[in-house]
């Protein structure tokens, strides 16, 4: 049984996906995508391409690249993502990258506030299902979708993780994952999710990293630009270089996660009044989690709070345990 994984953000594409009865491959790519005549010729020629060239519905499309790279073409941070050609765009070339031409069952999950919509699902699930036209030579079938909570992959990683795990069976079990454009919550309780206390902030990656570039211009003068800050941190480095200076980012995105972060800790407690008994632990995933642990930590200073050593990958890990 082959089964793709999938979890297309705002900013980065995570794949986990093989056969059943091994570990899963597990693959990161930027969220770029757009129409191939969008793409900025590179000075200095024939080097390797660092991304996909995919179909959508018959036209050219690049994906996996950096956002930033395509000209006249608007990045989607929106509730409709989804329903884009350039999210449709990140799905084949996820496809393309799990090497198999038939894929029994594909995973993916949705932000809470969309899941909660069952036509959003059903129809996103009808847009992954069949067979695609990946490239003018390749097509790959899906025979089943499954569409879940965002966080709730996280928490299958996690539970698959555990040398024993009974320890959380009974255990009510906050999971939050701060994306790019949304940070999502749910309540797990003995292996429910609790629908009353689920919830999605938009307060998420994306606005740290628009206070941090505010910052940054007011003490350089110039703006870096949110996307020339995330292609910093997604590679790894933590200097950008403006008007010739190279300015260190940490204590500006610290200081960005101390104003953002609260606010969503704020909701999260909010989320959590309706119940008759409190979370057990908090369980945070994502690629965002850095950014949101600390205040995290302050809102429930009582509770052991846990990251897996690569949160990135934990939904796209969980989707993919979740279907073996």
Not at 11 to 25: D, F, I, V
Not at 35 to 46: Q, V, Y
Not at 192 to 198: A, F, M, V
Not at 290 to 300: D, H, P, R, S, T
Request: glycine share 10%; with cysteine.
């Amino acid at each position: 049984m082959n089964v793709l994984g999938i979890d297309i953000g705002y900013s980065n594409l995570k794949l986990a996906y093989g056969p059943q009865g091994a570990e899963p491959k597990v693959l990161l790519r930027p969220a770029g995508a757009a129409p191939a005549d969008r793409l900025g010729e590179k000075i200095g020629g024939n080097g390797e391409e660092d991304f996909l060239r995919v179909l959508v519905n018959g036209e050219p499309f690049v994906a996996g690249l950096s956002p930033d790279r395509a000209e006249l073409w608007s990045r989607e941070l929106h509730e409709d993502y989804p329903s884009t050609n350039s999210y449709r765009a990140l799905f084949h070339a996820g496809l393309l990258l799990s090497e198999l031409d038939q894929i029994d069952l594909v995973v993916t999950g949705l932000p809470v506030n969309q899941y909660l919509n069952p036509e959003l699902r059903e129809r996103l699930a009808a847009q992954m299902q069949g067979e695609h036209q990946i490239t003018p030579r390749r097509k790959i079938t899906v025979s089943k979708v499954k569409v879940v909570p965002q966080p709730v992959g996280g928490f299958v990683d996690h539970v698959w993780s555990l040398q024993d795990a009974t320890e959380i069976e009974d255990s009510r079990v906050l999971v939050v994952d701060p994306g790019f454009f949304s940070v999502d919550w749910v309540l797990i309780s003995n292996g429910e999710l609790r629908r009353q206390s689920c919830g999605t902030s938009l307060e998420a990656s994306s606005v740290i990293l628009d206070e941090a570039v505010r910052l940054i211009a007011e003490d350089f003068g110039g703006n870096v630009g949110r996307e020339r800050l995330e292609h910093t941190l997604r590679n790894g480095h933590d200097q950008v270089r403006l008007f010739g200076e190279r300015v260190d980012v940490a204590p500006y995105l610290k200081k960005a996660a101390d104003k953002v972060g609260p606010i969503v800790s704020t909701r999260l407690r909010e989320s959590l009044r309706k119940e008759n008994a409190s979370a057990d632990m908090v369980l945070l995933v994502g690629g965002g989690a850095g950014f949101f642990e600390l205040a995290v930590k302050e809102a429930f200073p009582l509770l052991k709070v846990s990251t897996p050593d690569t949160p990135v990958f934990a939904n796209a890990r969980g989707f993919w345990r979740m279907g073996v």
